[in-house]
């Protein structure tokens, strides 16, 4: 019975991590939106700007945050299961995830960056292409 506890805190702890990463990303883009008043010519001198060192940090930086969280709850799960060691079991299962992603990162993850960064400044020059 613990093994099926154990793994659906393993799942929950990776939806969490992917969904706090996506929360995180969406909730910067509206603060940013808000700060630049919804201007779609500061959109755009914004996406023309940004380079690809810094969506690397800033999506590590998001990454981090939301494992920290997700650790946090997998604790607290650990604990309301009474696993022995749910600190210890927090600690691994943290490990575990980020070992597996920084993995994930280097076979998939920067060319997904450089990928999206690409298209969003192709995008831009388009459409003030369509504008000239």
């Not at 990463?21 to 700007?49: D, P, Q, R």
């Not at 945050?65 to 943290?94: G, R």
């Amino acid at each position: 019975m613990k093994w099926i506890f154990l793994l659906l805190i393993v799942v929950i702890k990776i939806i969490l991590d992917k969904g706090l990463v996506l929360g995180l990303v969406l909730l910067s883009v509206w603060f940013k939106g808000k700060s630049i008043k919804n201007s779609t010519l500061a959109w755009n001198k914004y996406f023309l700007s940004m380079k690809e060192s810094f969506l690397t940090k800033y999506f590590i930086v998001l990454y981090f945050i939301s494992t920290v969280l997700s650790s946090c709850i997998a604790y607290v799960l650990f604990s309301v299961f009474e696993f022995q060691n749910p600190l210890l079991k927090t600690i691994l299962l943290a490990i575990v995830c980020i070992v597996l992603s920084i993995k994930r990162y280097k076979v998939k993850g920067k060319q997904a960056i450089k990928d999206g960064l690409d298209k969003a400044q192709k995008s831009v020059v388009e459409e003030e292409m369509e504008k000239v």
